[in-house]
């Protein structure tokens, strides 16, 4: 049995993050929103990040790009095909963020500029990088534009002439204008209709197809991930506890948690099948419990889930943060 | 468009449905005035905004009736016009019989003693100065339900022991310092301390973590069955609407496209744009195939005084006659209603015919 | 039970003020200037009024702030002065932020036709222009203080008004409003009880600002000799330093620290306002 935490060249994978912990100050203390956290993700796949409120999935996504001001990284690396992204700086940081990884924030589509237009955002992010002219980079609005399924002539648009789903696909848009190759998108489709919803998701596959991307889909609706993504990640309390291919994980969960969360939300087409929400609340990242972070809301913990925090380990079937799983 | 309601007897066996309607609705209009104040209702005019749209639907004693929609659907407007929080512009609610009058006050309060709501959003639904004690015991003050101090403290004590709550845990804190999952089962203590015989739930579990969900969603299962509670569920969520509803009425900019038992809705839909929203809603074990319509990211604006169908503008499968003529509810199936000229049945649509261009 | 857990409240509220360096500030000037006023009697070596020294005396350990023209000691006029200058800004300020609170709160709160009548009238007491209708009402009018101090807290509402029924209608977007109609209390409880007491803090700050500008008006009237010159304020000790050639006779300690005391004022009152609204801001 393998441990997820080898040195850096020998998976090969596109992202590799070792031991990446990040705290935030707090009036209390400083916060441990990511602790200790092992992932790779391979070249050309969608993983889908799940977990719920505080978990740190979109730390760890922000962390990517070296944006959790205020938070800092405290220990860790993270590694994007072959470049130490946390000891980038200056204009090496500029390159590396957008056009070898760009990100989708929360409630981007909020974050628009009211009084520009939506061409002159996506020309001002290109001319800024010092990548083109303003002429070609008009032409390459157009060809975004296009890309995300937006008529072209919707270019000299206000962001408040939009609607939400066209919105997101101007972020979608802008995230893409230097043909990055990874993206995040943090929750890329939540405050939107379920219609809209299905649409931006089918876009987003198109592109992740078509340009050859690799994505890492941050949610806390596993049902998303489920059909988007190639392998899951599932994240509780600032931990990584459960990493696999998305068909393992939803149809044959490992850990305690992850067999909760599937167990916790309704399915179409199974209406009798009863669902179980999760007892007692998620842990305070100041003072988490001792040993495995889920045990005191585990149906299985037994005494060594008390005091020893189990490591992910490659189990046969996925990795597992689990002392039930191990050995 | 009157529509007589079959009251049949539905798959979920737990239910045990009255044969009266219990609240009815005929006729309902709700239009606003398009400007910067959108809480009172106007008619005819320019710029309004039709949101309830002449929705005629009944609910029955003890069921669970899920309202379907997206944002702008309208259910929202319906749900708090039901409770009596929003005034209609035309046409009625009647619960038990006896019509909603909501001009005098005196009244709405009595209509309040029996019919209460919950709302989406947990962290504003309590007024950030006042401690949780103080919230609950406004309504039993306010409604004359208790003659002393004690008895109030043990009807709160035992409010919030049933919906999961300890007492002292919550009873003196102030909304803040508690989570999403307390504060809306607080609520949902605070709507069912006065013993409603209907509750409108707006959400409920939209704002909540997933893990959360099932709880809050549970609680009102038992509380409909246990307590023959009333309730009309507004969601956006299909598999939530399922899950938890006898009957499932699926409404779009206005008005209500479809309606069934939750188990018609879902297996066998009628509505073309109930078969939109059914396609659209992820699946973890993956969908079986996406929505094949991207435009869906332009809904086009149905201008006020268009004479057809609502849903002409999006439809796949819209005819000339979806242009002009606006299809009411009909029975199709014992219990299933739709409202769409190609689905209805009605003889004179061939279902060979062209699209509309 | 009650007053405790208000008092506690009071207490966390003082806190919240003075956990930054803005609210300790406004706090400490506004708290000095109370005592100033306050204890007065105790603190001013003389009665304003009283000859007790030489004419345009220059300061010095009997008189910290000279003379003025008839002997009387500048010093103890500064400190009886504060009374003055308070009473109208905190008279002004209330009577601002009573009217502005309550029209806003009403207007805010039912909307329609009511809503947008107040909202006419707000805008219309707006476009008046304070100080030259304080001058041809000074003019036409016996000058007091009464006077001038309802006609400013009758033209300093709008500003509050606007504000509050910005929050209020903010407020009643929230389903708490909703929840307090469906546990059965009535609008006036709703608008006294529930939405007020969430809007003290911004009320406040607006009230400060009223306060503030009705000071520094007043002092304006008193300086072109208009205003009441029986109500001793630092406006009306700049008044005299004008008229009986302090200015002329370079005596910059008659009349520097008056017209510094109204800064002073001004800066305590708006940096405790920012305080106060502090309390709001982290409380909900």
């Given at each position: 049995m393998t441990q997820l935490g080898e040195t850096v060249t020998t998976t090969g994978a596109f992202v590799q993050i070792r031991d990446l912990t990040v705290t935030y100050p707090t009036p209390m203390g400083e916060l441990r929103a990511v602790d200790g956290v092992n992932l790779d993700v391979y070249r050309g796949e969608v993983l889908g990040l799940v977990g719920e409120s505080g978990c740190g999935k979109t730390t760890l996504g922000l962390a990517m790009l070296r944006m959790n001001s205020p938070g800092r990284v405290v220990k860790g690396k993270v590694n994007v095909d072959g470049v130490d992204v946390l000891s980038l700086e200056g204009e090496r940081l500029r390159r590396y963020r957008w056009e070898k990884v760009a990100m989708i924030f929360q409630s981007a589509m909020n974050a628009l500029d009211p009084v520009k237009t939506v061409e002159s955002q996506i020309v001002e992010t290109i001319v800024q990088h010092g990548r083109t002219n303003k002429e070609k980079a008009k032409a390459r609005v157009r060809e975004l534009l296009e890309t995300v399924k937006i008529d072209p002539l919707r270019a000299k648009s206000f962001p408040h002439e939009l609607s939400g789903g066209m919105k997101q696909r101007i972020i979608i848009a802008l995230a893409l204008c230097l043909s990055p190759e990874l993206l995040i998108a943090d929750e890329?489709?939540?405050?939107?209709d379920v219609v809209v919803q299905a649409s931006i998701l089918k876009t987003i596959k198109e592109l992740q197809e078509r340009l050859k991307l690799t994505i890492i889909l941050i949610t806390h609706d596993i049902s998303i991930v489920g059909e988007m993504s190639d392998r899951l990640a599932i994240m509780y309390a600032g931990k990584v506890v459960e990493v696999g291919r998305t068909i393992d994980v939803v149809y044959d969960p490992q850990h305690p948690y992850t067999q909760a969360l599937i167990k916790a939300i309704p399915t179409i087409g199974y209406k009798n099948a009863e669902i179980k929400g999760i007892p007692g609340v998620p842990p305070n990242l100041l003072s988490p419990p001792s040993g495995c972070r889920f045990h005191p809301r585990c149906p299985f913990a037994f005494d060594r889930c008390k005091t020893e925090e189990p490591p992910l380990i490659n189990n046969g079937k996925d990795h597992v943060a689990c002392w039930l799983r191990s050995a | 468009m009157l529509v007589e309601v079959g009251m049949k007897s539905v798959t979920n066996a737990a239910a045990d449905l009255d044969n009266s309607s219990f609240v009815d609705i005929r006729n309902l209009r709700v239009y606003f005035k398009r400007s910067y104040d959108v809480y009172t209702p106007r008619q005819h005019g320019k710029h309004v905004i039709k949101a309830v749209d002449d929705v005629t639907i009944q609910i029955a004693r003890g069921e669970i009736l899920s309202i379907v929609g997206e944002s702008g659907s309208g259910k929202t407007t319906l749900g708090r016009t039901v409770v009596g929080l929003t005034r209609p512009t035309s046409g009625k609610v009647l619960l038990e019989g006896n019509e909603i009058n909501y001009e005098d006050r005196g009244k709405l309060r009595e209509l309040w003693k029996k019919s209460q709501m919950i709302f989406q959003d947990p962290y504003s639904t309590f007024n950030p100065l006042s401690p949780i004690h103080d919230a609950l015991l406004t309504p039993l003050k306010k409604f004359g339900l208790v003659r002393s101090e004690a008895e109030a403290d043990e009807r709160i004590e035992s409010m919030l022991l049933r919906v999961g709550l300890s007492a002292k845990d919550v009873e003196n804190k102030y909304p803040n310092q508690l989570s999403g999952g307390q504060r809306q089962r607080i609520s949902i203590a605070r709507a069912m301390l006065v013993q409603p015989k209907l509750l409108v739930a707006d959400e409920p579990v939209s704002m909540l973590d997933v893990s959360l969900r099932a709880g809050i969603l549970e609680l009102i299962k038992e509380l409909n069955r246990r307590d023959k509670l009333t309730v009309l569920f507004i969601t956006h969520d299909l598999a939530v609407a399922q899950y938890i509803s006898d009957r499932i009425a699926v409404m779009y900019r206005g008005k209500i496209l479809e309606l069934g038992s939750s188990h018609d809705i879902i297996d066998s839909p009628l509505h073309p744009y109930t078969e939109l929203l059914l396609s659209s809603v992820p699946r973890i074990s993956g969908r079986k195939s996406w929505p094949d319509r991207s435009e869906i990211s332009l809904p086009k604006v149905v201008p006020n005084d268009f004479a057809g169908c609502r849903y002409y503008a999006n439809c796949p499968l819209a005819v000339d006659r979806c242009k002009v003529q606006e299809p009411s509810l009909k029975e199709v199936y014992s219990g299933h209603f739709v409202a769409c000229f190609l689905r209805d049945k009605s003889s004179e649509i061939d279902s060979a015919q062209r699209p509309a261009g | 039970m009650e007053i405790q857990g208000f008092l506690r409240r009071r207490w966390s509220d003082f806190k919240i003020i003075t956990q930054t360096t803005t609210g300790k500030v406004g706090f400490g000037i506004t708290l000095l200037l109370i005592i100033l006023a306050v204890f007065a009697p105790w603190i001013a070596p003389y009665p304003p009024h009283a000859i007790t020294g030489p004419s345009y005396a220059r300061p010095s350990w009997s008189h910290l702030l000279g003379t003025d023209d008839i002997g009387e000691d500048l010093f103890s006029q500064l400190v009886w002065a504060s009374r003055g200058s308070l009473l109208i800004g905190i008279s002004a300020g209330l009577i601002a932020t009573i009217i502005g609170v309550g029209i806003g709160l009403v207007s805010g709160y039912f909307g329609g036709k009511t809503g947008e009548g107040l909202m006419r009238l707000t805008d219309t007491v707006l476009v008046l222009p304070l100080l030259p209708l304080l001058i041809v009402i000074a003019s036409i009018f016996p000058s007091s203080v009464i006077l001038v101090i309802s006609v400013i807290g009758l033209l300093s509402w709008p500003a509050t008004s606007r504000v509050i029924r910005s929050q209020t209608l903010t407020l009643r977007s929230r389903s708490f409003v909703d929840a307090c109609k469906l546990s059965g209390m009535s609008d006036t409880e709703i608008m006294l009880k529930v939405l007020l007491p969430n809007m003290i803090p911004l009320a406040v700050l607006y009230g400060v600002f009223a306060a503030v500008n009705a000071v520094v008006i007043e002092a304006g009237l008193d300086f072109i000799g208009l205003g009441s010159i029986n109500n001793l304020s630092w406006g009306t000790m700049l008044y005299f330093a004008l008229s009986r050639n302090a200015l002329l006779r370079g005596e910059w300690w008659w009349f520097i620290p008056p017209g510094a005391l109204i800064a002073v004022l001004g800066i305590g009152f708006i940096l405790l306002g920012y305080g106060v609204e502090r309390i709001g801001r982290i409380r909900s």
């Amino acid at each position: 049995m393998t441990q997820l935490g080898e040195t850096v060249t020998t998976t090969g994978a596109f992202v590799q993050i070792r031991d990446l912990t990040v705290t935030y100050p707090t009036p209390m203390g400083e916060l441990r929103a990511v602790d200790g956290v092992n992932l790779d993700v391979y070249r050309g796949e969608v993983l889908g990040l799940v977990g719920e409120s505080g978990c740190g999935k979109t730390t760890l996504g922000l962390a990517m790009l070296r944006m959790n001001s205020p938070g800092r990284v405290v220990k860790g690396k993270v590694n994007v095909d072959g470049v130490d992204v946390l000891s980038l700086e200056g204009e090496r940081l500029r390159r590396y963020r957008w056009e070898k990884v760009a990100m989708i924030f929360q409630s981007a589509m909020n974050a628009l500029d009211p009084v520009k237009t939506v061409e002159s955002q996506i020309v001002e992010t290109i001319v800024q990088h010092g990548r083109t002219n303003k002429e070609k980079a008009k032409a390459r609005v157009r060809e975004l534009l296009e890309t995300v399924k937006i008529d072209p002539l919707r270019a000299k648009s206000f962001p408040h002439e939009l609607s939400g789903g066209m919105k997101q696909r101007i972020i979608i848009a802008l995230a893409l204008c230097l043909s990055p190759e990874l993206l995040i998108a943090d929750e890329p489709t939540t405050a939107l209709d379920v219609v809209v919803q299905a649409s931006i998701l089918k876009t987003i596959k198109e592109l992740q197809e078509r340009l050859k991307l690799t994505i890492i889909l941050i949610t806390h609706d596993i049902s998303i991930v489920g059909e988007m993504s190639d392998r899951l990640a599932i994240m509780y309390a600032g931990k990584v506890v459960e990493v696999g291919r998305t068909i393992d994980v939803v149809y044959d969960p490992q850990h305690p948690y992850t067999q909760a969360l599937i167990k916790a939300i309704p399915t179409i087409g199974y209406k009798n099948a009863e669902i179980k929400g999760i007892p007692g609340v998620p842990p305070n990242l100041l003072s988490p419990p001792s040993g495995c972070r889920f045990h005191p809301r585990c149906p299985f913990a037994f005494d060594r889930c008390k005091t020893e925090e189990p490591p992910l380990i490659n189990n046969g079937k996925d990795h597992v943060a689990c002392w039930l799983r191990s050995a | 468009m009157l529509v007589e309601v079959g009251m049949k007897s539905v798959t979920n066996a737990a239910a045990d449905l009255d044969n009266s309607s219990f609240v009815d609705i005929r006729n309902l209009r709700v239009y606003f005035k398009r400007s910067y104040d959108v809480y009172t209702p106007r008619q005819h005019g320019k710029h309004v905004i039709k949101a309830v749209d002449d929705v005629t639907i009944q609910i029955a004693r003890g069921e669970i009736l899920s309202i379907v929609g997206e944002s702008g659907s309208g259910k929202t407007t319906l749900g708090r016009t039901v409770v009596g929080l929003t005034r209609p512009t035309s046409g009625k609610v009647l619960l038990e019989g006896n019509e909603i009058n909501y001009e005098d006050r005196g009244k709405l309060r009595e209509l309040w003693k029996k019919s209460q709501m919950i709302f989406q959003d947990p962290y504003s639904t309590f007024n950030p100065l006042s401690p949780i004690h103080d919230a609950l015991l406004t309504p039993l003050k306010k409604f004359g339900l208790v003659r002393s101090e004690a008895e109030a403290d043990e009807r709160i004590e035992s409010m919030l022991l049933r919906v999961g709550l300890s007492a002292k845990d919550v009873e003196n804190k102030y909304p803040n310092q508690l989570s999403g999952g307390q504060r809306q089962r607080i609520s949902i203590a605070r709507a069912m301390l006065v013993q409603p015989k209907l509750l409108v739930a707006d959400e409920p579990v939209s704002m909540l973590d997933v893990s959360l969900r099932a709880g809050i969603l549970e609680l009102i299962k038992e509380l409909n069955r246990r307590d023959k509670l009333t309730v009309l569920f507004i969601t956006h969520d299909l598999a939530v609407a399922q899950y938890i509803s006898d009957r499932i009425a699926v409404m779009y900019r206005g008005k209500i496209l479809e309606l069934g038992s939750s188990h018609d809705i879902i297996d066998s839909p009628l509505h073309p744009y109930t078969e939109l929203l059914l396609s659209s809603v992820p699946r973890i074990s993956g969908r079986k195939s996406w929505p094949d319509r991207s435009e869906i990211s332009l809904p086009k604006v149905v201008p006020n005084d268009f004479a057809g169908c609502r849903y002409y503008a999006n439809c796949p499968l819209a005819v000339d006659r979806c242009k002009v003529q606006e299809p009411s509810l009909k029975e199709v199936y014992s219990g299933h209603f739709v409202a769409c000229f190609l689905r209805d049945k009605s003889s004179e649509i061939d279902s060979a015919q062209r699209p509309a261009g | 039970m009650e007053i405790q857990g208000f008092l506690r409240r009071r207490w966390s509220d003082f806190k919240i003020i003075t956990q930054t360096t803005t609210g300790k500030v406004g706090f400490g000037i506004t708290l000095l200037l109370i005592i100033l006023a306050v204890f007065a009697p105790w603190i001013a070596p003389y009665p304003p009024h009283a000859i007790t020294g030489p004419s345009y005396a220059r300061p010095s350990w009997s008189h910290l702030l000279g003379t003025d023209d008839i002997g009387e000691d500048l010093f103890s006029q500064l400190v009886w002065a504060s009374r003055g200058s308070l009473l109208i800004g905190i008279s002004a300020g209330l009577i601002a932020t009573i009217i502005g609170v309550g029209i806003g709160l009403v207007s805010g709160y039912f909307g329609g036709k009511t809503g947008e009548g107040l909202m006419r009238l707000t805008d219309t007491v707006l476009v008046l222009p304070l100080l030259p209708l304080l001058i041809v009402i000074a003019s036409i009018f016996p000058s007091s203080v009464i006077l001038v101090i309802s006609v400013i807290g009758l033209l300093s509402w709008p500003a509050t008004s606007r504000v509050i029924r910005s929050q209020t209608l903010t407020l009643r977007s929230r389903s708490f409003v909703d929840a307090c109609k469906l546990s059965g209390m009535s609008d006036t409880e709703i608008m006294l009880k529930v939405l007020l007491p969430n809007m003290i803090p911004l009320a406040v700050l607006y009230g400060v600002f009223a306060a503030v500008n009705a000071v520094v008006i007043e002092a304006g009237l008193d300086f072109i000799g208009l205003g009441s010159i029986n109500n001793l304020s630092w406006g009306t000790m700049l008044y005299f330093a004008l008229s009986r050639n302090a200015l002329l006779r370079g005596e910059w300690w008659w009349f520097i620290p008056p017209g510094a005391l109204i800064a002073v004022l001004g800066i305590g009152f708006i940096l405790l306002g920012y305080g106060v609204e502090r309390i709001g801001r982290i409380r909900s």
